[in-house]
């Protein structure tokens, strides 16, 4: 497993935190997210095999959010 953290602009409600969690959660490989709402922060445990950096980036922008 492979974990990282990235910024995610755009995000300032409950609403908000659930929405990326459940983007970057439906992808394949990815473990665990901790998405902190006052930091602007995703914090990704990932299976570097499945699933990659810019594939979580881009469930992120395809939510609506600046990664």
Do not use: F, R
Request: charged share 25%.
């Amino acid at each position: 497993m492979t974990e990282t953290t990235i910024k995610v602009e755009g995000m300032s409600c409950g609403h908000c935190k659930m929405a990326v969690t459940k983007a970057i959660s439906g992808l394949n490989g990815v473990s665990s997210v901790d998405v902190d709402l006052e930091k602007g922060e995703a914090s990704v445990s990932y299976d570097p095999q499945a699933t990659d950096i810019d594939a979580i980036k881009k469930a992120v922008n395809d939510a609506g959010y600046k990664a």
